[in-house]
């Protein structure tokens, strides 16, 4: 279990990094960019997420 908790630690540091990165980015690129680039963007941010939702449900299920 001990092993789990520290993937998830690890798991939820490389995620904050990756939204600080494309929030980042996002501001970045409204400042010099059309705004579909933007859009690009703040999907990238949803899509990490919803890929995580689906990594933990998966997660969830294989262990029951």
Not at 6 to 33: G, M, P, Q
Not at 38 to 55: D, G, K, M, S
Request: glycine residues 0%; hydrophobic residues 40%.
């Amino acid at each position: 279990m001990s092993n789990y908790s520290a993937l998830l630690s690890d798991e939820t540091r490389i995620n904050r990094h990756l939204i600080r990165f494309a929030l980042e980015v996002t501001d970045f690129l409204s400042k010099k960019a059309p705004y579909a680039v933007v859009l690009y963007a703040h999907t990238f941010i949803f899509q990490n997420q919803i890929l995580r939702n689906l990594n933990k449900k998966q997660c969830r299920s294989s262990n029951n």
